[in-house]
């Protein structure tokens, strides 16, 4: 099944239409997950091996503003400037473009704005590609659903499917071969007290790729076999500490599950590893915070970056033990 055959599914007759505005602009927010997607078993489509659980970062995330151009090419450009076609960024969005074009063929100007680093392990490529999908919504006037909107976000990026809600928001697997059962959906659950802290560590752009990590891991890693079953103990683990307001179960299976995702890397082969220095340093020094009696967790992701999970209660705490830290209230407005 290819990208487009979805795109035709999901829009139909829709596909030949002519935008209906010659400009759109879309907001999605990033999403961290607590159990990590790691692995497909589809990479034209994105379809993961596993479902996975995230927590969306209501304010933080990608504005999208989609303009209709008299051009041959489309023009590309991030927090204000141009970026060159023949970039990686470029030709993702491009290629991604080409699947809703319209009759006739249609150029478009991406002026997207992050208010969070690029590709530094903070899901922006989750909230580009899902404020991308929902500014071409508002372009064309399709007025899919949330669910249709999440599977056109996921064959951008895989994590992108969980970007168009709030809150906490679980991908489910699915089995289909089209993948139209893998897509998110937002849990009712909200937790107004939980903190997520973005630790900055070094915000460089990564050397690997999300995409190319995890298949070298599910290629390579012994260890890779493993983790379909820590997912499926983890995700109902993180689903009830969620509904029972159980911060330490969470905190404690978000982490675990992620040092999982990181061990398994180690032991791909040639070996990856996104920890620097700083990053094990800073993980040290909160499991010595916790041992000390402060409920602080970690998750990480594909990037040397951390991010801290603690309840506002202890964030005053948290705050005075790591400087540059940006505190986050996923469900205060
Ligand atoms: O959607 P991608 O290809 O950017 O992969 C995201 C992978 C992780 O962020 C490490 C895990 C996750 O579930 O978001």
Redesign the pocket.
């Known amino acids: 099944v290819k990208k487009i055959d979805v795109v035709r599914a999901i829009l139909g007759e829709r596909v030949h239409w002519a935008p209906k505005k010659s400009g759109a602009q879309a907001f999605a927010p990033t999403?961290?997950?607590l159990?990590?997607?790691?692995g497909k078993r589809d990479q034209e489509l994105?379809l993961p091996i596993n479902s996975?659980l995230?927590v969306s970062l209501a304010g933080k995330g990608t504005v999208t503003a989609l303009n209709v151009i008299a051009d041959t090419q489309d023009l590309v450009s991030f927090n204000g400037k141009p970026v060159e076609p023949g970039l990686k960024f470029s030709r993702r969005i491009v290629e991604f473009l080409d699947l809703f074009r319209g009759l006739p063929a249609v150029r478009f100007h991406v002026d997207s704005s992050a208010n969070i680093p690029l590709a530094a392990?903070l899901?922006s490529?989750?909230s580009g590609f899902a404020a991308l999908v929902l500014a071409l919504d508002q372009l064309y006037g399709w007025q899919l659903s949330q669910s249709e909107l999440s599977i056109l976000a996921r064959l951008g990026?895989?994590?992108?499917c969980?970007s168009l809600w709030n809150g906490f928001v679980e991908?489910q697997v699915g089995t289909q071969a089209d993948g139209m059962d893998s897509r998110g959906s937002r849990l009712p659950e909200v937790w107004p007290e939980f903190c997520v802290g973005l630790l900055l560590l070094n915000t460089a752009e990564k050397a690997l790729?999300?995409?190319e990590a995890?298949e070298r891991t599910k290629a390579t890693s012994a260890l890779y076999s493993l983790w379909p079953a820590k997912v499926s103990a983890d995700l109902p683990v993180i689903k009830e500490a969620i509904v029972a307001r159980d911060f330490p179960l969470l905190g404690k299976t978000a982490e675990s599950n992620a040092l999982t995702?990181h061990a398994m890397m180690l032991s791909a082969w040639p070996p990856i590893s996104y920890f620097l220095p700083e990053t094990i340093a800073a993980m040290q020094k909160i499991w010595q915070l916790r041992q000390d009696g402060l409920p602080l967790y970690f998750t990480q992701?594909?990037g040397p970056n951390l991010k801290l999970l603690f309840l506002q209660k202890d964030s005053d705490s948290v705050r005075s033990c790591f400087t540059n830290l940006e505190v986050l209230q996923p469900f205060v407005a």
């Open positions: 999403n961290i997950a159990c990590k997607y790691w994105n996975s995230s392990g899901a490529s989750a990026s895989g994590s992108a969980r991908w790729s999300s995409r995890m995702m992701d594909a």
